[in-house]
């Protein structure tokens, strides 16, 4: 059995590479790699993204199920959450429920890098270590 997956992406600064098709979109969204194929992951979905300067996700949308935690690497930028318009940089982390409507903006000079996380609401059993094991082998780099 299988005990877990690995995928290389890149570095973030070659994200670009990375593309998504939106159905409806004339233009693919650069810089956005989704890892829940390539993970094979069964209960959330993450992306890793880069927005260059003066660019971003230029259309509202929600999520029906799922809720999403944005977490900001690096840049800086705007966001907009249903009416509400914020100013988004490294070290800034969102949480937006389902049906509120969201867009962002790199707005800074620099790449605005982040990680999204999708998880269905009320998904979350346990948290933190109440859902870990800890065992007494010793770690080799220790």
């Known amino acids: 059995m299988n005990t877990h ?3 290389e992406l890149g570095k973030l600064k070659d994200l670009h590479q990375h593309e998504f098709v939106v159905e409806g979109l004339e233009t693919p ?10 993970l094979d ?9 880069k927005d260059s300067p003066d660019t971003g996700i230029n259309f509202f949308h929600s999520h029906k199920m799922n809720e999403e935690v944005y977490i900001f690497l690096g840049g800086s930028g705007e966001m907009m959450v249903d009416n509400k318009r914020f100013t988004i940089k490294e ?7 389902t ?3 969201r867009a962002w903006w790199n707005t800074g000079n620099e790449d605005l890098c982040y ?3 999708q998880a269905q609401t009320n998904g979350l059993k346990q948290s933190k270590l109440n859902d870990a094991e ?3 082998d010793k770690v080799p780099w220790v």
């Open 91 to 97: 070290g800034t982390a969102v949480k937006v429920q």
């Open 5 to 7: 997956t690995i995928t």
């Open 115 to 117: 990680i999204v996380i």
């Open 99 to 101: 049906g509120a409507k």
């Open 134 to 136: 800890v065992f007494d």
């Open 29 to 38: 969204l650069i810089g956005k790699a989704f890892l829940g194929d390539k």
């Open 41 to 49: 992951l069964t209960s959330m979905e993450v992306s890793i993204n």
